[in-house]
């Protein structure tokens, strides 16, 4: 209705229509992800100031003149690029750690400071605060300020991961993986103690964390943020993924991998060991992972490969490993050998290996790995090397 006539022939103005009124829990969310915008801004500005210090100290060391004497009477301008000139970048670096690590989250004057422990409160009492809004966008705070200060992450760290391994909410274990990769950028003595509870998420049910935890190990271990530590065997498990997009991932992690200095070749006993003990990995995917994995080994290295897998093989186990096993090791040998020669198993639990080496080249690696195994370093046998007649 327009409006309802009166008596007096003037029209009444349509009654008001009610207002939704939002929750509580939902303005709440909204003023937290603001915190944490601020607080991740408040760390790009302080970078900008030590990049702004440096540059005005580069400039006036290079327009410095040489052998000039202090001019009497000179501008406040210069005696403030004087205060530049005596002050080392060293102190300067060093006032710029104080405030991100002291002020912004605990000095008397922050506002951040009176938000910190509510963010904390929020996240550590899911069940009291249960709208999945609220806690997501709590988790996604308290991970941004964690960034700032890290006497906060570390205090915070073990309730962070708690949530990264029993949050129900995709979105917010995906926040966590990539805030923990920005943690293991600011903070690395506190991250890499636990990038365990990292890798396991390439387990995770839901595709999009899986893939989200690969592309963040990928720029940290490329990057050299991370040590890895045995751990590659579940990224090579990726190599098998249903999803295209994590598969190709995995390829180009590797791919990227192999152009640093023998990376792939140092990992290889450990990925082999972890895929060869995986139980939910079939033979024909193992076999697929080995032999790419292995294109990556030159030939030189892969000889000495075979003799450091085949002696794991044998040592981790009472009897002698699988025909499977074996035969893996064996086409793997044979990818790279790539038609420069055969391998084959001897009933003296031997290799009778046949290269396109000179007479002279096989009776000397013979008489190494003699000399090794003499040394008790192989515990398989005697490892001969037989050129072509």
């Known amino acids: 209705m327009e409006g309802v006539e009166e008596h007096n022939g003037l029209a009444t103005p349509p009654p008001d229509e009610p207002t939704k009124k939002q929750k509580p829990s939902l303005a709440l969310a909204q003023l937290l992800f603001i915190v944490g915008h601020i607080a991740i801004k408040q760390i790009v500005h302080l970078e900008l100031c030590e990049l702004d210090f440096k540059r005005r100290k580069a400039e006036k060391e290079k327009n410095k003149p040489l052998n000039v004497s202090p001019v009497k009477g000179a501008p406040a301008e210069q005696d403030e690029l004087d205060l530049i000139g005596g002050t080392t970048e060293d102190d300067f670096t060093e006032a710029m750690t104080h405030i991100r690590e002291r002020e912004l989250l605990y000095g ?21 605060y249960d709208d999945d809004d609220l806690q997501a966008a709590a988790t996604l705070c308290m991970a941004k300020l964690m960034c700032v200060s890290s006497e906060y992450c570390e205090k915070n760290l073990p309730l962070l991961i708690t949530i990264l391994e029993k949050s129900q909410n995709a979105v917010t274990r995906s926040n966590v993986v990539i805030a923990l990769g920005d943690m293991a950028v600011c903070f690395n003595h506190l991250i890499d103690e636990n990038t365990d509870f990292l890798y396991r998420r390439l387990n995770d049910k839901d595709s999009s964390v ?13 990057a050299g943020q991370v040590k890895v530590k045995g751990q590659l065997g579940e990224m090579a ?26 990376a792939v070749y140092n990992q290889f006993i450990d990925m082999f060991s972890h895929l060869s003990a995986a139980t939910d990995l079939e033979e024909s995917s193992l076999k697929r992972i080995i032999k790419f994995l292995a294109s990556f080994i030159e030939k030189v290295n892969f000889l000495m490969l075979v003799v450091r897998v085949r ?79």
């Open 108 to 128: 008397s004057n922050s506002l951040l400071s009176h938000y910190a422990p509510l963010v904390t409160e929020i996240c550590a009492n899911n069940t009291k």
């Open 210 to 222: 899986k893939r989200t935890c690969l592309m963040t190990l990928t720029f940290l271990i490329l």
């Open 237 to 262: 498990k990726c190599l098998e993924d249903p999803d295209k997009r994590i598969a190709d991932l995995s390829r180009m992690f590797f791919t990227e991998l192999a152009t640093k200095d023998n």
């Open 311 to 389: 002696s794991l093989l044998t040592i981790t186990r009472t009897s002698m490993p699988s025909s499977s096993q074996t035969n893996l090791l064996l086409d793997s040998a044979a990818a790279i050998m790539k038609g420069s020669g055969t391998i084959s198993p001897t009933p003296c639990r031997s290799y009778n290996i046949k290269t396109k080496r000179s007479r002279r080249q096989s009776a000397r690696a013979s008489d190494w790995l003699k000399r090794q195994h003499e040394c008790k370093l192989f515990g398989f046998g005697i490892l001969e090397f037989h050129p072509f007649s």
